[in-house]
């Protein structure tokens, strides 16, 4: 069984379609590339997906079980994570308290677990496991560091770090190599690998062709909300549709 997917969701604004009946699932263990020109609909579906759209038609199912309609707290407690295209940190605070925030899904506490003092245990294991996340992703050195003085690499990688404390089982990654130098791109590239073979899957929106030909087992184009191809990058490659709408002369 898939771990996603996507039946024939339709959205729309008013008259504005911006995705029309697109179909695709995810195999676990994937790392699925989501392309397309600007105003393709990536963005449209990674927010359906989130819970942050509702489909005006179809359905989206997670392990099987339909998350149309969730709000997006729900949907990230299920495992589903997303992270976002512009790198949101709070800027004057240390890369340790930043991935502490991911724990806000986990680490929920109440009156009667105050009073027995079981948040105290709650927040050890929060500040543990941020440590291992932090190790995971070569942030550990940096831990007291406050974000706004990390480079750009860093950066991505502390947003995935705080993705990473939440235990996903989805990530959703939304132009993680934006703006990189290649020197960046590669060692994100390397990141992204860790990270699938840690038994996540990944849904990865990208523009960095080199990025997305060599991270993804399959991709999915869209184009104007339509479904244009799918197939193994070397297969989407060498789609004339493909190449005229998006590739242009990367074949």
């Known amino acids: 069984?898939?771990?996603?997917?996507?039946?024939?969701?339709?959205?729309?604004?008013?008259?504005?379609?911006?995705?029309?009946?697109?179909?695709?699932?995810?195999?676990?263990?994937?790392?699925?590339?989501?392309?397309?020109?600007?105003?393709?609909?990536k963005s449209t579906m990674f927010k359906n997906i989130a819970g942050f759209y509702k489909p005006t038609s179809g359905d989206i199912h997670y392990q099987g079980q339909s998350i149309s309609g969730r709000k997006p707290h729900q949907i990230a407690e299920m495992g589903i994570v997303r992270t976002f295209q512009e790198t949101t940190l709070f800027q004057e605070m240390t890369v340790f308290e930043n991935a502490l925030v991911g724990c806000h899904t986990r680490a929920r506490t109440d009156l009667f677990s105050a009073i027995l003092g079981l948040d105290k245990q709650k927040q050890r294991q929060a500040a543990d496991k941020v440590m291992e996340v932090l190790e995971f992703m070569g942030l550990s050195e940096r831990r007291d560091q406050l974000a706004s003085e990390l480079p750009l690499g860093s950066q991505r990688a502390l947003a995935i770090s705080?993705?990473?404390?939440?235990?996903?089982?989805?990530?959703?990654?939304?132009?993680?190599?934006?703006?990189?130098?290649?020197?960046?791109?590669?060692?994100?590239?390397?990141?992204?690998?860790?990270?699938?073979?840690?038994?996540?899957?990944?849904v990865l929106v990208e523009h960095d062709m080199k990025a997305v030909m060599g991270l993804c087992n399959y991709l999915t184009v869209l184009n104007f909300g339509q479904l244009l191809a799918q197939g193994t990058p070397e297969e989407v490659r060498s789609n004339d549709k493909v190449i005229e709408a998006y590739l242009g002369g990367a074949n």
């Open 1 to 41: 069984m898939p771990i996603l997917e996507v039946k024939n969701v339709t959205k729309q604004f008013g008259g504005l379609t911006a995705l029309d009946n697109i179909s695709f699932h995810v195999d676990e263990g994937e790392i699925r590339g989501l392309i397309g020109p600007n105003g393709a609909g």
């Open 162 to 202: 705080i993705a990473l404390v939440s235990e996903p089982k989805l990530m959703l990654m939304d132009e993680p190599f934006a703006g990189m130098n290649p020197e960046e791109t590669n060692h994100m590239m390397e990141l992204t690998r860790k990270v699938r073979e840690s038994g996540i899957t990944i």
